[in-house]
């Protein structure tokens, strides 16, 4: 099969599979299980259940960076809404992700940031404006090894990605932003399928550290036609993919 064909073949499957993509069904932070918020079930139940995560209307992708929506949000324009619960973890503590079941054709990076929610304001009600420069990188994998975080390795790890706070953090509420950046129809812009998921936190501990302005993005706004790595052919022969966004924060 032609990679031509290969790349049509995949575009129509994704178009016929409304359910066919994914997003994050549980997690465990700092030790603690949770239910992600299920857009196929938890709208529907009476009384609708109480999460950490921002509700998302489903599982499928935000393909116009430009949109609110690409903050944590599937679809609509309207951005992130908060949720009720809050989870508590240490500083130098673990996220585990678990996403449903992800496709093969799905191949791309796995990206985790942090925003801390600005003093005088509660997570349970905040929501950032597009042009708020306070989202920063903790965790980042895109392709090494011949491997794609999205497929090879988080299918290895049982659908599970985990992340860890930066035992440096400064204490106080942060929304956590965990995204997969599909790039089987990215060889044009639009084209790459970021699927955000957002969990509200509060991080613990004697940290003192949050990084300074020249890691902080807005979302929208951090990803652009013109970013690396928001166009590109998966589907031809390359050596390395430059992960979109800016640096990892390390701590200090
Ligand atoms: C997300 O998008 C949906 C669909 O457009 C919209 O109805 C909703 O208000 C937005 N916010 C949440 C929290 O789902
Ligand atoms: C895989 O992840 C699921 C969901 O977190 C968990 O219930 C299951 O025990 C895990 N399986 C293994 C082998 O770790
Ligand atoms: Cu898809």
Not at 170 to 176: L, M, N
Request: with cysteine; charged share 10%; net charge neutral.
């Amino acid at each position: 099969m032609t990679f031509l064909n290969k790349a049509l073949l995949v575009a129509v499957a994704c178009a016929l599979g409304a359910r066919a993509h994914g997003y994050v069904d549980t997690l465990n932070v700092g030790g603690t299980t949770y239910s992600g918020y299920l857009p196929y079930n938890d709208p529907y139940m009476n009384p609708v259940p109480q999460r950490i995560e921002r509700p998302i209307p489903g599982n499928g992708p935000i393909t116009d960076l430009t949109s609110l929506d690409v903050q944590c949000n599937g679809s609509g324009g309207s951005g992130s809404s908060p949720a009720a619960l809050v989870a508590s973890v240490p500083a130098g503590g673990k996220i585990a992700f678990h996403w449903t079941t992800w496709p093969s054709s799905h191949v791309g990076p796995v990206i985790t940031y942090l925003a801390k929610v600005p003093s005088g304001s509660q997570i349970t009600s905040y929501k950032p404006t597009g042009s708020s420069s306070i989202w920063f990188k903790i965790d980042q994998a895109g392709y090494s090894n011949g491997e794609w975080a999205a497929t090879d390795v988080l299918s290895a790890q049982n659908s599970t990605w985990t992340v860890t706070i930066p035992s440096s953090l400064a204490p106080g509420q942060y929304i956590v932003r965990h995204e997969i950046i599909a790039l089987h129809s990215a060889g044009s812009y639009p084209g790459a399928q970021s699927y955000p998921d957002c969990f509200q936190i509060q991080v613990t501990g004697s940290g003192t550290k949050t990084p300074s302005s020249n890691y902080l993005v807005p979302f929208p706004g951090a990803y652009t036609a013109s970013t690396p790595g928001i166009v590109f052919d998966v589907y031809n022969s390359f050596t390395s993919y430059p992960i979109p966004g800016p640096a990892v924060w390390n701590g200090n």
